[in-house]
């Protein structure tokens, strides 16, 4: 008895309406080609100064959004205070350059700061508050701190100084701070998928019940992630201080010109890369890619001549985007089982 081969090896088109279903495809297709109109009449688009500058944008919210997914993937939601760590971070490694100690000692001392910011909110969070609730209040008390120690101006210091190279230097034609993004993103997904302390991630964010059984509470996991999340919001606020020698709390708001709150970017990042917001499905790659591309619609908006209120918009839209296509994909894999 012969066997049909296209049941046996069924192409793409006959792949993708079997696992999605038909709103999702389209919801996917009309999203593509409005980018890709969009892409297509943006003056200058295409040219490499222009992809440098998409690329380099990119970095700074993906490498947030990379320590953010450690926080998603262990099922602790998101930490709502990733601007305000960066805003005190920023405020503790300029006032330290200001003060003459030079960029390792300032390094060191701005990730310590972070590393004991995100220790307290994991730590709140394990005992088993509400992430929510945890890091809206950690955010308030981050930047009245940073607000209170700056006295809430521009605190500068001057160049030549030791942290340019992290801020403005480049290699093989690419911004230091997009190879570093590179660099993060590789070691990032290497943790998650080649070793101990990955799996335990994976395994805490899809089952808390079966992580506890096996010995794995979320209490040392939540702070961990947390202290993850924290370094990496301090190193883009030490890489965004040394590129403009100063900091203010304000940097990564909306007032000083993005295309919305640093926080709200981080988190369209992660959920635009597909990453489960009830934790246990994701990856640092796929937020390294979300990060890429809203960093290119931003990029293509701007060309476009949009101000910062259309660009916020369009984020806002990306998140509710996200979590429809998401939720429909996983009601379908539901109704298929």
Known sequence: MSIDSSVENPNLIQ???????????????????VFIIGAATAPNFLTILNIKTILRDAAIVGIMAIGLTFVTLSGNF??????ETAALSIIAFATSMSAGYGFEISFLFT?????????????????????????????????????????????????PHGAEWLGSGSFLGLPNITIAFIIIAVLAEFVLRRTSFGRQVYLVGANRATGRATGHENLPMAIKVCIIASVCSA?????????VSSAHVNYF?????????????????????GNSIMGGYGSSLRSSLGAVFISTCDNMMVLHGYNS????????????????????????SRSVE
């Not at 509400?130 to 930047?143: E, K, M, Q, S």
């Open 111 to 159: 990730m310590i700061i972070a590393m004991i910011a995100g220790a307290i909110q994991g730590l709140l969070i394990g005992l088993g508050g509400n992430p929510i609730v945890v890091t809206l209040g950690a955010a308030g008390l981050f930047f009245g701190i940073g607000s209170w120690w700056s006295d809430n101006l521009v605190v500068s210091f001057r160049r």
């Open 309 to 332: 209120g259309p660009r916020v918009l369009a984020v806002g839209l990306m998140i509710v985007f996200s979590i429809m296509v998401f939720a429909l994909v996983q009601r379908g």
């Open 235 to 243: 190193f883009v606020a030490i890489a965004f201080s040394a590129q």
């Open 253 to 273: 708001s909306s007032s000083f010109g993005s295309s919305g709150d640093m926080t709200i970017m981080v988190i369209a990042t992660v959920m635009v890369g």
């Open 15 to 33: 792949r993708l309406t079997r696992d999605y279903s038909l709103l999702v495809l389209a919801l996917v297709a009309v999203f593509i080609a």
């Open 78 to 83: 998101f930490l709502l205070s990733m601007k």
